[in-house]
């Protein structure tokens, strides 16, 4: 598919890593729509950055948790725009919760956002995409596949990511395909201090954070680069997977 005129939603397209890959798709020609629940400011921020590169964006302010929300967005979407090529779902909650002190909330707050959420905006912008086919990009977590501890909820939301990219690919076949980018280190969380930078980084082969072009150059490829790809994968985790 080319990006050149089409139509692409970033939900969490605000800042970090959203906002990377908004901006490399805009680059590439699309027209660019951003979601942000709480930063208003970073999404005014981006939007004023997209369009001073030559790109029609807007930005949405939605909760992906919240059904009706989700619903609202796509109706004004549909009105305003009348199309949907591209649905990157990138938005998402990652917080740390020991075992021992695990709650339902903790359980529910990521597999609401993280699984629930992708899921929401998948079946409603499937909707749009049915006539002209379409590309749906879930941004999981290599630790989707190997959990690690003291983030049962957020590993098991990235592996259901996973799995809800397998079952929809086979849904939405022939017409939409979908692609799971999962990124390994690459942004830290804002409250990481040095010490944890670090110790982030030391069980990666390739001994370095990764950088958000990584993953918006990797959601680039899984929309321009192949029609031929859907229910799979893309670890660009500097090779954690396999350390
Ligand atoms: N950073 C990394 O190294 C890394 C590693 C592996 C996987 N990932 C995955 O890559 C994606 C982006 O990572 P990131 O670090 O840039 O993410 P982030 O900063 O933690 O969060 C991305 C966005 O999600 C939005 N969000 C949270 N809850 C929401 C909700 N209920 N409704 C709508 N939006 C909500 C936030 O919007 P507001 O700020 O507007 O509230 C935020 O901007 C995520 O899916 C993450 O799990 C990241």
Redesign the pocket.
Known sequence: MRLEGAVALV????????RAIALNLAARGARVLI??????R??RLTLSDLQASGARAEAFR?????AREVQRVFAQIARKIGRLDILV??????QRTPFARLTERDWDLHL???LK?AFLCALSASRLMQARGGKIIN?????GERPYRDYLP?CVS?AGVIALTKSLAKELAPSIQVVAV????????QDFTPAQRRRAIQRVPLKR??S?ED?ANAVVFAIEGTDFMTGSTIFVDGGQLIA
């Not at 939900?11 to 890593?17: D, E």
């Not at 390994?184 to 969380?189: R, Y």
Request: aromatic fraction near 10%; avoid cysteine.
């Open positions: 939900t969490g397209g605000a800042h970090r890593l959203g979601t942000y629940r709480t930063a208003h970073e999404a939605l909760d992906v948790a919240n779902n990138n938005a998402a909650v990652f609401d956002t993280n959420g941004i999981a977590d290599w630790a957020y990235k999962a990124p390994g280190p690459i942004l830290p969380p954070w990764g958000p993953i």
